[in-house]
């Protein structure tokens, strides 16, 4: 890491939710510097304590940012301390303004908007009323101490259009901040939705394993060597009859189960169709995949179905084939199941492998 990339971490963190809440700090920052400077060219010497008040408070929610998660401070409280703070300095720069302290009033907005994005509406709510009781506060001070300066009447109506102003602007962005919540309630659905809806295009329901369309997916985006391992539940059509298809849903759920849990990283499994399951081993020779295949067929004879106390031993027959060269998939699987249907006819519970 350079000099800068750590004078950068160093600043403002990794974390982009931290950088995210920075970037506001700084937006707030610039802010004030701007008002104060425009502030400085009308108020001259009196802008300088509010400078730097200013200032020192902005370094102050600097390192309250930086240090929040440390401090366990959430947006939200550090967005109410920073808007309380603003008040005061509109309180501060309505005083010293002279005939041109009406224009600071629409800080207070200013203040309001900033801070509702990070505030609930009621929180923007009773912000916006403490700026205005503090800003009443300061034009009743004023009036009663420097009538000539500050006329009772035109505070009186000042006020008025300050807090008329205001409690639009709370109310306006307290719907634009519901609005925002639906739209992401919404929008979460959607993502919800979607989610569900490709793990159903690609999972099949009934054992979790991928489907046939999923696999067709897959095998088009392998482009390596391989094997195809297609496997046959053996006489599965006799345990439906004889036990019903519950059971036989029971027997394909296990046996895809430990089919998963016998297979490597990499590998995939689909259920193919009915009881057949295809499996891809990409990267793998003949003789490593009959061998991977063959373990996994001997271990069936511990199988235990949940639920189902069946006469004989659960067993599968399994074609194998390797891909020749760039040849497509297609024929690959049908040298599998070719080699499948030799391995039924030789007696069931056994692996062949294509020529």
Request: cysteine-free; overall charge positive.
């Given at each position: 890491m350079g000099l800068h990339a750590r004078v950068v971490s160093l600043a403002v963190g990794t974390d982009p939710k931290l950088r995210r809440m920075l970037s506001y700090w700084a937006a707030t920052a610039a802010l004030y510097a701007v008002f104060v400077a425009l502030m400085g060219i009308e108020a001259g010497a009196d802008a300088l304590g509010l400078?730097?008040?200013?200032a020192l408070g902005a370094a102050t929610f600097y390192a309250l940012v930086r240090a929040s998660a440390r401090l366990r401070l959430r947006p939200h409280t550090l967005a109410a301390l920073q808007g309380l703070f603003g008040v005061t300095c509109n309180m501060w720069a309505y005083s010293i303004m002279g005939p041109l302290r009406g224009?600071?009033?629409?800080?207070?907005?200013?203040?309001?908007?900033?801070c509702t994005f990070a505030l609930r509406p009621r929180q923007t709510l009773l912000l916006a009323l403490c700026g205005l009781l503090?800003?009443?506060a300061t034009m009743w001070w004023h009036q009663l101490r420097d009538p000539l300066h500050y006329p009772p009447r035109v505070e009186a109506v000042t006020f008025a259009l300050m807090a008329g102003c205001s409690l639009t602007v709370t109310f306006l962005t307290g719907?634009?901040?519901?609005?925002?919540?639906?739209l992401k309630a919404k929008r979460e659905i959607v993502e919800a939705a979607l989610v569900t809806i490709r793990v159903l295009a690609t999972t099949d329901e009934l054992t979790s394993v991928s489907n046939r369309r999923h696999m067709n997916e897959v095998l088009e985006d392998e482009h390596g060597p391989a094997c195809i391992a297609l496997i046959d539940i053996d006489f599965f059509k006799q345990i439906n009859d004889r036990h019903g298809h519950a059971a036989g849903d029971a027997v394909l759920r296990a046996v895809a189960h430990?089919?998963?849990?016998?297979?490597?990283?990499?590998?995939v499994l689909a259920r193919w169709?009915?009881?057949e399951f295809l499996v891809l081993l990409p990267a793998t020779t003949l003789i490593a995949a009959r061998a991977l295949i063959e373990s996994i067929r001997a271990g069936m004879?511990?199988?235990v179905v949940p639920g189902v106390d069946l006469a004989a031993r659960v067993s599968f027959s399994a074609g194998l084939a390797a891909r020749?060269?760039?040849?497509?998939?297609s024929a690959t699987i049908n040298r599998a199941d070719k080699a499948l249907y030799r391995a039924k006819a030789a007696g069931r519970d056994r692996v062949e492998c294509a020529a």
């Open positions: 400078g730097v008040y200013a224009a600071t009033l629409m800080g207070l907005m200013v203040v309001v908007v900033f503090g800003m009443g719907e634009m901040n519901k609005l925002r919540a639906r430990r089919l998963r849990d016998a297979l490597r990283d990499g590998d169709g009915g009881e004879a511990s199988l020749q060269g760039r040849e497509p998939f």
